[in-house]
């Protein structure tokens, strides 16, 4: 039964220890040494309470903890003599169901390995099977006693992690919060967020995911590309897939819920579904894709476009700023990139793909809505301009005479700003503008400026470039300048499914209690992108504060609105229409 952790931190010690029973095998003496340090915010933080504790202890201490680990597979375990979350978890890893070769094989490598070290293999086995544990016993034997007696407390603290996770509840807004918080503290910069990909905090990022995703008692595994996949099989034999969820690499400073929210929620949500007995009539995976931002490689959506079957083997040869190609970063890692081809989903197998994504603006923010259904991802397009006027002396030039570059600048600069303010949805920016060789007495002969332009359909996007490029060319012609234009980038809009947003809006209403769900198009690019040319797509927005930034520390959310979110999620989930 779980207990909420409210509930909990009211115990006094011997409720505490009573409760936490069988977290730490037989030793009742961790929890006594962690309920100073409650109360408790989030069930990570008594999870690291309890294993400071265990790292606190004299090693003689340690040393029995570790001592009272059955052995794997052992004469406790074919005695039927284990403890109900031992039993539990040896059967789940298939250990009562060894070969006689299997369990001679652990029975030699047991006593190997208790004669070597003077105590019992310890691994998580949630998430593993005969074989990998085998492997890794026969991997490990050969470490040195402290680096072993290091890895057995390791291991102990993971195994408390996943039975804590099936023995203490929290609000899943709470929750959802302290696990991003908890993903941030793994940066590769000290004082910010910054999560790039197959880095060893992005290896340490994905490791940590897979666990969540093993406490959700879903299956785990983290693929050649570097995604995160956690599995939860319907109850419907051959049943397609609904695919969910975002990136958990991060720009450079980053914000704490970009993409990781994304992760997280699902990961709750399938947890709770899962505690009250649900099963869904369709395939559930959660993937957290490995690299969307593209910031070590110039390379985005390389996750998701291997899951869709547009991963672009070419990628492979690019390389960072150290000259380390992806194809070296990903064997490093322990990943093959020939593989990669065989990650594409089949379309036929698959129902959908949904992404829970912070709105990264401050429209649901300024309308006081905690939700919003979006109705398609902006494509894009971005132009490079170069104005070619004449440039002259400040004082002698009559301004009717002049050819003055910066001034057909800023006239388009005004333009771009009109035109998208008179078409609702477009959005355009002039996020760059030089005058090279500039100087204060000196009429600008040349001026340089980008425009970036975005719709949520290609239709509005084209007129309204239409539009542009006709103004632009009537001030070249006005102000006798010569302005050319480059195309640098063109990318299609992604409408999100109807059907889906209805049902995704059906939900927000239920659980907001609004009758009038706000729609909205996301500005920002997105691995449903992606995902689209494999599956139809739909997101959800969460609200978030601080005028909605993103892409910097000062990013947040509330854990209110990630309970709402969930909720939404959970009730999309239940109410989405079994596919055929």
Not at 104 to 130: C, D, Q, T, W
Not at 282 to 290: L, T
Request: hydrophobic residues 50%.
């Amino acid at each position: 039964m779980l207990i909420p952790l409210a509930e909990l931190n009211g115990l006094d010690l011997p409720g505490f220890v009573a409760a936490l029973d069988g977290i730490y095998e037989h030793s009742p003496w961790v929890a006594e040494a962690a309920i100073d340090a409650g109360p408790f915010a989030s069930r990570l933080d008594l999870l690291d309470a309890l294993n400071a504790a265990m790292l606190a202890a004299p090693r003689d201490t340690q040393r029995a903890l570790i001592c009272a680990h059955p052995e794997l597979a052992g004469k406790a375990a074919v005695a039927r003599e284990l403890t109900d979350a031992s039993t539990r978890e040896q059967s789940g890893a298939g250990l009562d169901r060894c070969t006689p070769e299997e369990y001679a094989r652990l029975h030699l490598l047991n006593e190997r390995y208790r004669a070597r070290f003077g105590f019992p293999f310890i691994i998580a086995v949630k998430g593993h099977s005969r074989a990998t544990i085998i492997a890794a016993m026969a991997e490990r034997i050969d470490n040195d006693e402290d680096a072993e007696f290091a890895r057995a407390l390791h291991e102990i603290g993971r195994i408390a992690g996943f039975r804590l996770a099936d023995r203490v509840s929290e609000p899943a807004g709470d929750e959802i919060i302290a696990m991003c918080t908890r993903l941030a503290w793994l940066s590769e910069q000290s004082h910010a967020l910054t999560c790039t990909c197959m880095t060893p905090v992005h290896q340490a990022t994905a490791a940590l995911l897979r666990d969540w995703m093993l406490e959700a008692g879903m299956s785990a595994e983290i693929d050649a590309i570097g995604n995160v996949v956690g599995r939860w099989p319907s109850i419907r034999p051959g049943a397609k897939t609904l695919i969910t969820g975002s990136h958990y690499d991060t720009v450079i400073n980053g914000g704490h819920y970009d993409g990781r929210l994304g992760v997280v929620l699902p990961i709750v949500a399938g947890r709770r579904l899962r505690q009250a007995g649900v099963r869904l009539p369709f395939d559930v995976e959660i993937v957290a894709f490995s690299d969307e931002e593209g910031v070590r490689f110039q390379s985005t959506f390389l996750g998701s476009s291997a899951l869709a079957g547009h991963f672009d083997p070419m990628l492979l040869a690019r390389r960072d700023a150290d000259g380390i190609s992806l194809a070296e970063a990903l064997q490093q890692a322990g990943h093959d990139p020939a593989a990669i081809p065989l990650l594409a989903r089949d379309p036929a197998t698959v129902a959908g793909f949904v992404e829970v994504h912070i709105e990264q603006g401050p429209v649901l923010l300024d309308e006081g809505r905690a939700l919003g259904v979006v109705t398609a991802i902006n494509g894009s397009e971005r132009h490079l301009l170069t104005i070619i006027g004449l440039a002259g002396h400040a004082g002698t030039v009559p301004m009717r005479l002049r050819h003055d570059a910066a001034a057909a600048a800023a006239e388009i600069v005004l333009a771009v700003e009109r035109i998208a303010r008179s078409r609702d949805g477009v959005v355009a920016t002039v996020g760059k503008l030089a005058v090279p060789d500039g100087a204060i007495n000196v009429i600008a002969g040349r001026c340089e400026l980008s425009i970036d332009l975005r719709a949520p359909s290609d239709a509005l996007r084209a007129a309204a470039a239409a539009e542009l490029f006709a103004a632009i060319d009537a001030i070249a012609e006005r102000r006798s300048v010569d302005i050319s234009r480059t195309a640098v980038l063109a990318i299609a809009a992604t409408p999100c499914d109807p059907a889906m947003q209805a049902v995704l809006a059906a939900s927000v209403g239920r659980v907001a209690g609004d009758s009038n769900v706000r729609h909205l198009p996301s500005g920002a690019g997105h691995d449903a992108m992606m995902m689209a040319r494999l599956t139809p797509v739909a997101m959800l927005f969460v609200r978030c504060g601080n005028g909605g930034i993103s892409h910097n520390p000062l990013e947040t959310m509330t854990a209110d609105d990630a309970q709402l979110a969930a909720a939404a999620f959970t009730d999309f989930l239940q109410t989405l229409p079994v596919p055929p």
